[in-house]
């Protein structure tokens, strides 16, 4: 049996490059020709394609899955599920964890991916639970980082847990592009010795090692890897399915994928590439090695929405004041992976010592949640002038409860028209009000655009 490949081009590799603004529009054409390819899985839900196809792109993200689903018929379904925090970027109830994952296999999902930002598998045992018992493969993901609390061992370890919570396969989840070819191997091998489970290696190109580490990972055991059709390959995204297949081809890896099937996908992708070129979502520079995230271990989603940031700010000069406290606040909140969330509040929190002139002079919501165990535990201790300042200002985080489904229920009901409008309030509440009164109007025969909303009444123009 030879290597199964995940194709990432419809999730992870158009959220790397193009900041997830694919529609499903352009996804449909080609779904029947990436199912004929017949790759082990399609990843194509999950992630930031939830939270972008609301507040974006005016979607339904579970009318996208609904719509692949249809034209799918031999390939698995994958999507990216961030345990306890799902597609968002905080902790959700269990009433909401339970039925958004019921509702996503429902829907059409085969393999859910799941990770927690801080490697905390306390965070996880609940949706890989529910993923089971509603008959999803459920495949543990460990979120790879280096740090000197981060090493073999602690992997091993998180995947003999994962393998005791019940999941169907292992995934070393390289999110930063950090994972040497010679630690794949290790990495690999000592984790296939202990679990005996599938293997799936998921890296990044940023730094110019992913292709080599697939290698290498391949050679000690690994199972599965995710590739990207070229068009969308490289850079902050995975490496290109077209260079994997031949390179396995012939060996005893060999995935039985055709590569003239890949050329014609290829060719639909091109002209789409070179659309968000010439827009401006997809910024050729960042398709070159960045070797810089070895030093920093800033994946590239992470770098962009910092450059953001700072653009905004009219301080993109301070960014390399930037790039170098990224790693001290990393430190001072006991290594997290930067992963989202935590890649969101480090970054947030690194912008903010560095513009005001003084380390937590400032310290956001987020940083103070975090430190009060909002998000799990840490991997290491966090450090004690952090603690100190946020107990000498009595700090607390402006933290809602988080929404429980009833409620959810109440808040909408007179905009729902199916169950998983419930599900999308719940997470997004302010996204999905805005798309519900959108839709209605629409419904109505009239412009969304003209709707005047005014403290949540939504009104419509005489």
């Known amino acids: 049996m030879g290597v199964k490949i995940v194709e990432t081009v419809l999730r992870d590799a158009q959220q790397s490059l193009i900041a997830t603004r694919m529609t499903t529009d352009e996804m449909i054409p080609v ?10 899985a399609m990843e194509v839900w999950g992630g930031a394609t939830f939270d972008a196809a609301l ?9 996208r899955l609904r719509e692949i689903r249809k034209r799918v018929k031999h390939t ?8 306890q925090n799902l597609v968002g970027y905080k902790h959700y109830s269990d009433d909401v964890v339970k039925a958004f994952v019921d509702k996503a296999v429902q829907n059409g999902i085969d393999i859910v991916r799941i990770f927690d930002a801080l490697n905390d598998v306390s965070n996880m045992e609940l949706s890989i639970r529910t993923a089971k018992r509603a008959g999803a493969h459920v495949q543990g993901a460990i979120a790879y980082t280096i740090s000197p609390v981060h090493t073999t061992e602690t992997y091993v370890k998180m995947a003999k847990e994962l393998a005791e919570c019940g999941v169907d396969s292992i995934c070393i989840k390289d999110m930063a592009g950090l994972l040497s070819p010679f630690v794949a191997e290790t990495l690999v091998r000592e984790i296939k010795k202990e679990v005996r489970l599938p293997v799936d290696l998921h890296s990044h190109y940023t730094s110019g090692l992913a292709s080599m580490a697939y290698i290498k990972g391949i050679e000690a055991g690994a199972d599965i890897v995710d590739t990207a059709i070229s068009p969308f390959a490289m850079g902050t995204s995975q490496p290109p399915t077209e260079s994997i297949v031949p390179a396995l081809s012939g060996t005893k890896f060999d995935t039985g994928i055709d590569i003239r099937t890949l050329r014609e996908i290829a060719r639909y992708f091109k002209p789409l ?3 968000y070129i010439k827009n401006g979502l997809l910024d050729p ?5 960045q070797t810089d995230v070895l030093t920093y271990q800033i994946p590239g989603g992470m770098l962009s929405n910092l450059i953001s940031q700072l653009k905004g700010m009219g301080a993109l000069n301070r960014l390399e004041e930037v790039l170098e406290e990224v790693p001290r606040v990393r430190k001072d909140l006991g290594y997290p992976p930067l992963v989202t969330p935590a890649s969101q509040i480090v970054g947030t929190q690194a912008v903010l010592n560095v513009l005001s002139g003084e380390r937590y002079k400032v310290i956001i919501d987020e940083v103070k ?13 966090i450090s004690d002038e952090l603690m100190k300042k946020i107990s000498e200002e009595g700090l607390q985080p402006a933290e809602a409860e988080p929404i429980r489904l009833e409620q959810a229920k109440d808040a909408v009901r007179e905009y729902v028209e199916k169950e998983e409008d419930v599900l999308t309030y719940a997470l997004f509440p302010d996204i999905a009000l805005d798309f519900f009164k959108k839709r209605q109007a629409k419904h109505l025969g009239i412009d969304p655009s003209l709707i005047i909303e005014d403290r949540g009444v939504v009104s419509y123009p005489v």
Request: charge should be positive.
């Open 31 to 40: 779904l029947e020709k990436i199912d004929a390819a017949r790759f082990y």
């Open 55 to 63: 507040r974006y792109l005016g979607e339904d993200p579970w009318e």
């Open 76 to 83: 698995k379904l994958q999507m990216l599920l961030r345990g």
């Open 273 to 275: 590439r070179e659309k």
């Open 285 to 289: 520079m960042i398709l070159s090695a």
């Open 369 to 381: 949640a975090y430190v009060m165990g909002a998000y799990g535990k840490p991997p290491a201790e």
